[in-house]
């Protein structure tokens, strides 16, 4: 086991940046509903899963400590876009702009909309972070296609029951529901289980690009332990 002094380079804020961009971008279009296979999802699933796939390559590379500050960092960009539509909705619309309405529907999401988002993403990719590292530590860093799938059947699990629970019980039946979280979960799981071998490429290039690997002997896996961000 080598443990790589983990530290922040080029490739890392390439990253960190990938990342919140992709998960800004998700809670913008998940307002269009798409069909799937005679499935209905949020558009958001061509490019969320994609976050779980780079949240598993920084903490793979990185370490926890690290992917804790860029899923902080997520929140917080995700918390300024959705004040920034809100002030911008706010504002009124010069007279010959006649798509206040539209703006609204796309860009004005309703509270409870916005809480089961940000709720479903800090509790999916935690657990999506922590699983990981602890799976390295205990696999002695080998099995990196059973630690991102088992790391993303957990996280995105986890994301998909907060979300669609928070945002959809008592508007829609007890069954739909249900679907919906089974749905979204599978899709997502299957998503990163297709990308495994891209996954595989793009740590092995970071790894060796940056000279880390980092395993997290002792790291606080407390999400607000604040004396580690």
Same mark, same amino acid.
């Given at each position: ?38 499935? %209905?999802?949020?558009?958001? %699933? ?33 918390? #300024? ?80 029951? #907060? ?13 739909? /529901? ?15 289980? #297709? ?10 290039? /970071? ?23």
């Amino acid at each position: 086991m080598s443990n790589s002094q983990p530290r922040i380079t080029g490739l890392f804020v390439t990253l960190a940046t990938l990342f919140i961009a992709l998960l800004i971008t998700s809670n913008i279009i998940a307002v269009k509903i798409i069909e799937v296979g005679g499935r %209905i999802v949020p558009a958001a %699933i061509v490019l969320f899963p994609l976050t779980y796939i780079i949240g598993d390559i920084l903490t793979e590379v990185y370490g926890y400590r690290f992917a804790r500050r860029v899923i902080w960092l997520g929140f917080l960009g995700n918390v #300024v876009a959705v004040v920034g539509f809100w002030l911008g909705g706010l504002l009124p619309a010069a007279g010959f702009w006649g798509n206040d309405e539209a703006y609204n529907t796309i860009l004005g999401a309703t509270p409870r909309l916005l809480a089961a988002s940000l709720g479903g993403y800090l509790v999916g990719e935690f657990a999506n972070s922590i699983v990981l590292s602890k799976l390295k530590l205990a696999t002695n860093g080998r099995w990196l296609w059973m630690r991102t799938i088992g790391s993303t059947v957990v996280g995105q699990g986890l994301d998909s029951v #907060v979300f669609i629970s928070v945002a959809f019980i008592g508007t829609l039946a007890f069954n739909n /529901v249900t679907e919906l979280i089974v749905t979204q979960w599978l899709i997502k799981v299957f998503y990163e289980t #297709v990308a495994t071998p891209l996954t595989y490429l793009t740590v092995s290039y /970071v790894k060796k690009w940056d000279g880390i690997d980092t395993y997290d002997t002792d790291v606080s896996i407390n999400p607000l332990d604040l004396r580690q961000l």
